[in-house]
């Protein structure tokens, strides 16, 4: 399934694990002008860089399917409160964005084009098919050009609000492989969660925000090592939260 707002990857299983990636997509339809250097695309400001790969390998797996947006965060952030203006930010890391410098009834029909079939779609899906657990799966920089001295050095970060039956359990076994695991590092899911709030948290479904620092899937060997290790994680977390 593909439309203009998002991507079904895999077939979504009762009881299986759905990836959602609001992020997954560089593309910007072309009768949209953002007024921007097409380089920029390539960059962060525009996609969560490497989450599309990952979570396509992960939905290559029996019983995990993946919910791609299929648009540019620039065109439309998908994980925004949808009344927010950085739904369609007119600036993001220190680069303008005037293509969304827009007035009322073009911020209208960019929501009712883009943001909100992405959201229904994503919660018809759910109430079809009832899964044991959402993973939220975004990427984020070593650091922010704004700020450069900023360094990050986590290489995944687990996020949450309220809800954090699953990262409780995620944090261990990702600090088992080795790795530096952020609780509510590079951000907090207190205040970077709009999506699982509103598909999860608000409905009491099960979810693990995951934010991989885009060095370890910039390629492809890295995104093959992520897609087995979270698909192998969410699995234990899936089953541990029915124990």
């Given at each position: 399934m593909m439309s203009e707002a998002c991507q079904l990857v895999g077939t979504p299983r009762f009881g299986g694990i759905l990836v959602v990636s609001d992020h997954a997509s560089n593309r910007v339809p072309d009768d949209i002008n953002l007024g921007i250097?097409?380089?920029?695309?390539?960059?962060?400001v525009a996609v969560d860089i490497g989450v599309a790969q990952v979570a396509a390998l992960m939905a290559a797996r029996p019983g995990i399917a993946a919910y791609l947006g299929h648009v540019s965060r620039l065109v439309c952030d998908f994980n925004r409160d949808e009344h927010l203006p950085t739904v369609f930010p007119i600036?993001?890391?220190?680069?303008?964005?005037?293509?969304?410098?827009?007035?009322?009834?073009?911020?209208?029909?960019?929501?009712?084009r883009f943001f909100?079939?992405?959201?229904?779609?994503?919660?018809?899906?759910?109430?079809?098919?009832?899964?044991?657990?959402?993973?939220?799966?975004?990427?984020?920089t070593p650091h922010l050009a704004s700020h450069p001295d900023e360094q990050r050095p986590w290489q995944v970060g687990v996020l949450y609000n309220?809800?954090?039956?699953?990262?409780?359990?995620?944090?261990?076994?990702?600090?088992?492989?080795?790795l530096v695991v952020g609780d509510q590092q590079?951000?907090?899911?207190?205040?970077?969660?709009?999506?699982?709030?509103?598909?999860a948290e608000a409905e009491g479904r099960p979810?693990?925000?995951i934010e991989i620092r885009q060095d370890q899937i910039g390629d492809a060997a890295g995104q093959a090592v992520w897609a087995e290790r979270l698909a192998r994680i969410a699995n234990k977390v899936a089953l541990m939260l029915v124990d």
């Open positions: 250097e097409a380089a920029l695309l390539d960059q962060h600036a993001s890391d220190g680069h303008a964005i005037p293509g969304n410098a827009l007035d009322h009834a073009g911020h209208e029909t960019r929501l009712a909100r079939p992405y959201h229904d779609g994503l919660a018809a899906l759910l109430d079809a098919t009832p899964q044991s657990l959402i993973v939220s799966l975004h990427s984020f309220e809800d954090d039956r699953a990262a409780r359990i995620a944090i261990p076994l990702l600090a088992a492989e080795g590079p951000y907090s899911g207190k205040l970077l969660n709009a999506t699982m709030n509103r598909h979810y693990l925000g």
